[in-house]
């Protein structure tokens, strides 16, 4: 992968915040791309992955960062409307700091370098971004920065497992031509072509 240090993750935090803010209470219950959660589930992650990847830019070592994803169903705050947004912007700000891409830091229960770490919460934001917008029925544009960190990152995962795997799951097949977000989210285990029930 390229040198991340410059690699700004406040530009994917807005749209996805933009998201956020688009889902009506009545769509909370409705499947998602991830067969295990719900809208709530989703939105609940991506509050819970926040915190986790701002104390990780930080440093700040604890509860936050030592949960493993899935070991615990997400809890979406009651004051999520105001909270998700907070902690987005708390996540971008954090990795402006140079030192948040250097030396090793801890996410998801697992110690990893600072720079691996800033690639992972880019991946991050990037498909449950696009998971998000599917589940509700918006339109879906990330950052073309943080998508192209996502491709190389899930692309140089699947090429060391070598299998056809990825790192959530079996890859889906995607033409070579297709635009690089159906690339990144049939490698990251999802159906490019995935739409809620009753979404046009």
């Known amino acids: 992968m390229t040198s991340t240090t410059d690699l ?3 530009p994917q935090t807005l749209v996805v915040a933009r998201l956020a803010a688009g889902v009506p209470e009545e769509r909370l219950a409705d499947r998602t791309p991830c067969p295990e959660y719900a809208v709530t589930d989703l939105l609940g992650h991506l509050a819970a992955l926040s915190l986790a990847f701002r104390d990780a830019a930080r440093k700040d070592l604890g509860p936050s960062t030592a949960v493993p994803p899935g070991s615990t169903r997400p809890v979406l705050p009651a004051d999520w409307r105001t909270e998700l947004p907070r902690l987005l912007a708390e996540l971008a700000e954090a990795w402006k ?3 948040a891409w250097t030396g090793f830091t801890r996410a998801g229960g697992v110690d990893l ?15 449950h971004g696009w998971d998000l917008a599917r589940a509700t029925g918006q339109e879906y544009v990330p950052d073309p920065a943080a998508l192209r960190a996502s491709h190389a990152f899930l692309l140089a995962a699947a090429e060391e ?4 795997g990825g790192l959530f799951g079996a890859a889906v097949p995607v033409p070579d031509g297709a635009p690089l977000l159906d690339r990144t989210v049939g490698l990251s285990g999802r159906d490019p072509h995935w739409s809620a029930p ?3």
């Open 8 to 10: 700004d993750l406040g």
């Open 97 to 99: 700091s140079p030192e």
């Open 113 to 127: 370098p600072g720079e691996v770490a800033g690639i992972v919460a880019a991946d991050e934001l990037v498909v």
């Open 161 to 164: 497992q070598g299998d056809g």
């Open 198 to 200: 009753g979404t046009p």
